[in-house]
């Protein structure tokens, strides 16, 4: 049976004007970047207001000549941060320590401590005992619960800030101590133990056509990060808004009886590829939108060196396959449904290719040509997502030949998903009154 | 030519036998009805004429074509649901169903069925605020835009208030008249009578009546006695020579053995009462429908 162009084109049409001069697209266009810019937003007006309280910490010094060299540090390190530079405004909060001697009975003087911190009188107190000063380190152990050299101990959860704050501080008392031992002059040891500014570069290059050296680029946290996560969360998003509807469009055609109009004037193919090209117009649209936008903000903010232009035809080849991909089986899924509550249940599977990816993201982009990396990337399901986020980052290193299989295996996995879609939409569509089991969907894809 | 020719053709959906070993023809230019209770199989029928549905076997031939899946601009189809896009409004919604099916544009012919389903001051309004007749008013141009020369209808007039079941019937018998063949279901047995040319019934995906409609009734033979009595059915309980009595409340229906005399039946109802009118008469579509899917009937004879 063949399929008629205009046929497919007209439905496309119809399909894309009529998303497209909704209020709701109009609207969630300039939403979706509101409610991230939002969230950017949100983080940076709680970082410039952040907990500035004083806090108390106790020091229990086992060594006896730590706690001094502790407090010294972290004094240095509290006038050193507690204000910003610029504005002057306190930025940190101030902490004050006291010191206590070991009592007899441990247990005891850390229970009267944790409940000083319950009570909210102490932040937070440290026990440093007599092996501090040793020279070898005590051996890790996550599963041993029997205090270390040094303990800390406190009520705070989550990513503990202020805990890794006083850690860094601990550290630096005690090498200051042992420096100290080793007999280097206390009036050197802040120069001693000062951080170097360390400068990172990419890779040096020679132009092939006049053989001149160009000099690396220094990396940019912008570029290194930002830029990537944001081309791949960006290729996501429009993916997901461009065939999420399309399941509950489907069931809700199929449930109005609209779609037994239409077959009698075009074919259950040219029916559902219409459909298919209407939602890609409309990722096409979005994304363009944001692409656009976002490059001219960038450029606005002075950063439009870091936008990757040599990753956007490789973006749009993926959105354009993982459109199709999604928007058939979303629409052979929507065939199926009974209802659009059926839709709903489903709605998981068709997000699986999107947000599988996205709990990938920090694995792959801390080794972005390992093995794993480069084996989920090329993965037809996960390929658009993980291969823009590897070519995107800056010097990704990422071989030429493995975008184009990628691109090859996306391409026939798509076709293959068409084909298979076609054939379940085709029979689905006209049932009613029952939702097809998973096996008669399968029957139906392989047999048609 | 033929318009549409069924050689034997099945249908089945799972375990369920929707059309079985079916053949029929339906001449070029004619009304063809089918009649059949809900469920019987009429509707995947003529889905499977437009290529909607495809048989299991058998084979479905539209003007000596088998269409295999393809559209064709020739048929035109209306389903008993409303098919609409709600939002649109009615004039695009109609050029873009004119067009999917023509591939081209067909505005003017647009413009001149609204006029003539008097449906101008509704051609800018979303099909949402439209009454179901309207409904089917535009859907019934979706179907004719541009001129099929094969129309199928599924329930035209289900629905539909006397006044628009009129207009749209006369819009029918037009188009017949320009040379469309028509193939329509329907439960209305009046409609069948008057409209179509011959009538085909379906019953469990089997056809068990096709012809002209007196071909049909002279299968029964002047076995109907139309009667008006005073006192009305409750004098009629008992008559000899009498299987069934159908009650239309100013009329009613006798029907009679088959070899029984009339002239014996008009004798024992003047013993019990005024006969005002006494016609003996073929049954009619209804009664005949009754018969063959009706909860007394036997198993349908199966007409080839």
Not at chain 1, 134 to 148: F, V
Not at chain 2, 105 to 126: G, M
Not at chain 2, 151 to 165: M, Q
Request: include cysteine; hydrophobic fraction near 45%.
């Amino acid at each position: 049976m063949s399929s008629n162009p205009h046929r497919i084109l007209l439905i496309a049409k119809r399909d894309y004007l009529a998303t497209i001069r909704t209020k709701a697209f109009i609207i969630g266009l300039m939403v979706a970047p509101l409610l991230f810019g939002g969230g950017f937003l949100g983080i940076a007006l709680m970082q410039s207001k952040p907990d500035i309280k004083e806090r108390r910490i106790v020091i229990i010094d086992g060594a006896g000549e730590v706690a001094a060299a502790v407090i010294q540090a972290a004094q240095e390190r509290n006038a050193k941060e507690l204000f910003d530079k610029t504005s002057h405004r306190q930025v940190q909060p101030r902490y004050v320590f006291e010191t206590l001697p070991p009592a007899a009975d441990p247990q005891v003087q850390r229970l009267a401590l944790s409940e000083r911190v319950r009570r909210q009188q102490l932040f937070a107190f440290v026990e440093i005992g007599p092996a501090a000063l040793q020279a070898a380190p005590h051996a890790a152990n996550d599963k041993d619960s029997t205090p270390g050299p040094v303990s800390t101990y406190s009520n705070e959860g989550g990513f503990d800030e202020a805990g890794r704050w006083l850690s860094g501080s601990i550290d630096d008392g005690i090498r200051r101590v042992r420096l100290a031992q080793l007999g280097v002059d206390p009036s050197r040891l802040s120069d001693a133990l000062a951080g170097v500014k360390i400068d990172r570069f990419g890779l040096v290059s020679r132009d092939p056509k006049t053989g001149e050296i160009h000099e690396a680029s220094k990396k940019n946290d912008v570029a290194e990060f930002a830029v990537p996560f944001g081309i791949m969360l960006l290729l996501g998003m429009i993916v997901m808004i461009g065939s999420s509807p399309m399941l509950s469009a489907v069931t809700e055609d199929k449930a109005q009886r609209l779609v037994e109009m239409l077959l009698g004037m075009a074919t259950p193919f040219e029916l559902m590829m219409g459909k298919v090209l209407g939602a890609l117009g409309t990722s096409l649209t979005s994304s363009s939108f944001y692409i656009i936008g976002g490059t001219l903000a960038l450029e606005g903010m002075g950063l439009a060196g870091v936008v990757p232009f040599r990753v956007f035809p490789w973006f749009y080849a993926y959105l354009i396959a993982d459109v199709i991909f999604l928007c058939s089986f979303a629409a052979a899924l929507g065939a199926g449904c009974g209802s659009p509550q059926d839709a709903q249940q489903l709605a998981i599977l068709l997000l699986a290719p999107v947000m599988i990816p996205y709990f990938l993201i920090t694995f792959v982009m801390q080794q972005p040509n390992g093995a794993i990396s480069t084996a989920l990337s090329l993965f037809p399901p996960f390929t658009p997502m993980l291969m823009v986020l590897r070519q995107a980052m800056p010097g990704g290193g990422v071989p030429a030949w493995q975008p184009w299989v990628g691109l090859l295996g996306v391409l026939a996995f798509t076709l293959v998903m068409v084909v298979a879609a076609a054939r379940i939409f085709r029979v689905a569509i006209l049932v009613q009154g029952k939702t097809p089991k998973m096996g008669e969907l399968v029957r139906w894809a392989v047999r048609g | 030519m033929d318009a549409v020719r069924i050689s034997n053709v099945t249908k089945a959906f799972g375990a369920v036998t929707a059309v079985d070993g079916l053949s029929l023809i339906v001449p070029e230019g004619s009304v063809y009805g089918f009649i059949g209770p809900n469920g019987s199989g009429k509707t995947t029928t003529m889905r499977m004429i437009s290529s909607i549905f495809y048989p299991d076997s058998g084979e479905v031939r539209v003007f000596g074509q088998q269409m295999l899946g393809a559209r064709s601009e020739l048929i035109g189809y209306l389903p008993e649901e409303r098919g609409l896009y709600r939002k649109m409004a009615v004039q695009p919604l109609l050029e873009f169903y004119g067009e999917l099916r023509s591939g081209r544009k067909v505005t003017a012919e647009v413009v001149n069925w609204i006029e003539k389903l008097d449906l101008a001051k509704w051609a800018s309004q979303k099909v949402q605020t439209l009454s179901k007749g309207m409904s089917q008013k535009v859907q019934f141009i979706a179907a004719v835009v541009p001129a099929p020369k094969l129309l199928i209808l599924d329930e035209p007039f289900s629905g539909l208030d006397p006044v628009s079941a009129d207009t749209l019937q006369s819009a029918i018998l037009d188009l017949r008249r320009g040379g469309v063949t028509v193939i329509l279901s329907t439960h209305d047995m009046q409609v069948a009578e008057n409209m179509c040319d011959r009538i085909c019934m379906i019953f469990r995906g089997k056809k068990v009546l096709d012809g002209t409609l007196e071909s049909i009734q002279d299968q029964y033979g002047n076995d109907t006695i139309r009667v008006a009595a005073e006192g009305g059915a409750r004098f009629l309980d008992g008559l000899p020579d009498v299987e069934r009595v159908r009650d239309l409340g100013q009329v009613q229906e006798l029907r009679m053995a088959r070899g029984c005399d009339p002239q014996q039946v008009l004798r024992a109802l003047v013993d019990r009462t005024r006969v005002t009118s006494f016609s003996i008469m073929k049954p009619s579509l209804h009664d005949i429908f009754v018969r063959i899917a009706g909860p007394e009937a036997g198993e349908a004879q199966i007409v080839q």
